[in-house]
């Protein structure tokens, strides 16, 4: 359905966009534009710390509607909503690539009552408030409530990824933001065949019957692409026939080829397919796609930026300010009522704290596929001449204006208050748990600093777990390991693996959540792979001639890591007077934010801070051999 793009579509933005052409940007400005647009307001909203989506939209309806520089009908004619539905199979396909199996067996109750009784909630009373607040037909209420029951990854992931937060509600807002796509958007497609056909032929029975036939074929025409998009590619991958630098193009072009064959020969089932064929694909044992993986998740950030400028420069304000206080009130009953309603019905009896719950009940922003559904079926009812399908686009338009705002805005908030996420996470994910490592946990801890280590070695875990440090079993490249970590309240990655090439690998993947400020490995005790290209690295910790080795050399020795309250009177000089080469700093914690010392950035700690560092505290019988020393010095100095 997404495909079916008619020329009146065509014809009604441009008659929409008439009154403020002339000020239109020339096309090869206007495509700059998008992009200058799009990134400049993920750029503003991570300098910002505010959601990036929100952002997004306030800058798309500033070149567009309100400057009239931007008028993506124009731009880009016939092919808009092509473009549009390609790029959403995209970020679908992205989306299940991030979903793992074992998610859905630690957390599979709660999101496949989400995914079923969530949904049928929220259409029915998504359709009570449409026809009691908003005030439209029965049959355009039916099919705007199917619509606005998905939500979807464009705008759940980067709250995800900004918010970050503890236990089982990420995973479940995950699995349902990118799953949910696929079963609102098949149902909106069922629901609009009934208001369709029923109203054009009066036949409810037989509209009913199409709709089933209709549910079915997606579902078996959605499923048989899936799988063969799966096999298409990882058959090629698993024997080595596509050279390395065209995965990632043979990857795209059997994605879009099988989205596209699909919602051919059945509405809305391209959305299953590629969505299945990541999943698949995403836990294959005999495949890797982390290449993949990272070269779509870049992808994704250009497509989100895109889409939402583009779609938002479509909004018209004037149809937007027409649905009135009723319009916003049938927003306002989403909010409050509709969506809340849905989580705590689908999540009786479930595991799930009160925390979890009320998190998962106001979260739930609208995106790119009620935006693009929404526009397209209101000119398929148009066409069918159902009553009140002209107020559909703007209603929908509303609802995800006014919920990208709230929940973009309010979600962080709320998650921090109800303990789930922190403003400034300090935490910290440590790869190993050797006897340097467990040390630094040990002393992060004490300060306040949640740690969590994960390492190969039982033996070493066993002792983390006893001395009360968080410590999982497996390899911190494994993401099915990384996947069921806590890592919700963490901020920052520090490799302390005997391995190398392990830190590295993991920094590089941690530095995609951490960002790169944050993620740290110790030297390698190599002066080129220290020099090496740091995009390739975390950043050195602590000194490039302290790799692990020593560090654990150290501790066994007897060195301890050891906290020191800085004042204006012992500073830090006079903490260096002390001890002298017997220290190594490591980091400082001041009013509970950990700053790690890194050889780029050489320590300067200030009073008021408690300072962190390898100390080699002198044994009593070292320092009786030492005064006796100078003891004995000094009597021979007044010999004759």
Do not use: C
Not at 252 to 263: E, K, M, Q
Not at 469 to 491: D, F, K, M, R
Not at 634 to 639: D, H, P, R
């Amino acid at each position: 359905m997404l495909l079916a793009i008619t020329q009146q579509a065509i014809d009604a933005g441009a008659a929409d966009a008439a009154p403020i052409a002339s000020r239109a940007a020339s096309p090869l400005v206007a495509l700059a534009l998008i992009g200058a647009a799009g990134i400049g307001a993920q750029w503003a909203a991570w300098k910002l710390k505010l959601p990036s989506i929100l952002l997004l939209l306030l800058a798309g309806i500033l070149v567009g509607p309100l400057l009239g520089w931007l008028q993506p009908h124009d731009l880009f004619g016939a092919v808009l909503y092509p473009l549009v539905s390609l790029a959403v199979a995209v970020i679908l396909y992205e989306g299940g690539l991030s979903l793992h199996l074992h998610e859905l067996g630690a957390h599979g109750t709660p999101i496949l009552r989400l995914l079923t009784v969530g949904v049928v909630t929220t259409w029915t009373l998504a359709t009570i408030a449409a026809l009691t607040i908003a005030k439209l037909p029965w049959e355009t209420a039916m099919v705007l409530g199917a619509i606005l029951t998905v939500t979807g990854p464009t705008v759940i992931g980067p709250l995800l990824r900004q918010i970050r937060p503890r236990g089982p509600a990420e995973a479940i807002a995950k699995w349902e933001g990118i799953v949910v796509d696929v079963v609102g958007a098949t149902l909106a497609v069922l629901v609009l065949h009934v208001a369709t056909e029923g109203f054009a032929q009066d036949g409810a029975i037989h509209s009913a019957t199409g709709a089933l036939v209709d549910l079915f074929k997606t579902a078996i025409v959605g499923t048989a692409f899936g799988v063969l998009g799966t096999y298409a590619l990882a058959i090629p991958l698993r024997k080595h026939l596509i050279p390395d630098e065209l995965e990632n193009a043979v990857s795209l072009a059997i994605v879009l080829g099988i989205f596209v064959a699909a919602d051919s020969l059945a509405h809305e089932s391209g959305l299953l397919a590629v969505t299945l064929m990541g999943f698949l694909l995403a836990n294959r044992k005999d495949v890797s796609v982390h290449h993949i993986i990272e070269f779509k998740e870049n992808l994704r950030v250009l497509l989100i930026s895109t889409l939402f400028i583009v779609l938002a420069a479509t909004i018209d304000l004037g149809a937007l300010r027409a649905t009135g206080w009723n319009g916003l009130l049938f927003v306002v009953a989403l909010i409050v009522v509709v969506r809340p309603a849905s989580v705590f019905l689908s999540t009786l009896g479930t595991t799930l704290t009160s925390a979890d719950r009320t998190f998962l009940a106001f979260l739930a922003p609208r995106g790119i596929v009620a935006a693009a559904v929404s526009s397209l079926f209101a000119l398929r009812m148009q066409e069918a001449n159902v009553p009140g399908a002209d107020l559909m686009a703007p209603l929908a338009f509303l609802v995800i204006v006014v919920t990208v705002a709230v929940y973009g805005l309010g979600a962080g908030p709320l998650a921090r208050r109800l303990k789930l996420s922190d403003p400034d996470a300090q935490g910290t994910l440590i790869a190993g748990a050797g006897p340097f490592a467990l040390e630094f946990g040990r002393a992060l801890k004490k300060l306040g600093i949640d740690v969590v280590h994960v390492d190969t070695n039982r033996a070493s875990i066993a002792e983390a777990r006893l001395g009360g440090l968080p410590a999982y079993y497996g390899s911190i490249l494994s993401s099915e390991v990384v996947g069921s970590l806590p890592l919700g309240g963490t901020g920052r990655f520090v490799g302390l693996t005997p391995n190398d090439e392990v830190n590295a690998l993991a920094a590089a993947h941690f530095s995609t959540l951490y960002e790169r400020a944050n993620v740290y490995q110790s030297a390698s005790g190599a002066r080129s792979a220290d020099d090496a290209r740091k995009d390739l690295r975390g950043r050195t910790l602590f000194h490039g001639d302290w790799p692990l080795s020593r560090l654990d050399g150290a501790i066994r020795a007897g060195s301890v890591v050891k906290t020191t309250n800085l004042t204006e009177e012992f500073g830090f000089a006079k903490f260096l007077e002390k001890y002298g080469e017997n220290t190594l700093p490591l980091g400082i914690v001041r009013n509970g934010r950990l700053e790690l010392f890194t050889a780029d950035k050489p320590p300067a700690p200030e009073p008021e801070a408690a300072l962190l560092s390898l100390v080699r505290e002198k044994k009593e019988e070292e320092q009786v051999q030492i005064r006796q020393a100078a003891a004995t010095s000094s009597a021979a100095a007044v010999l004759p």
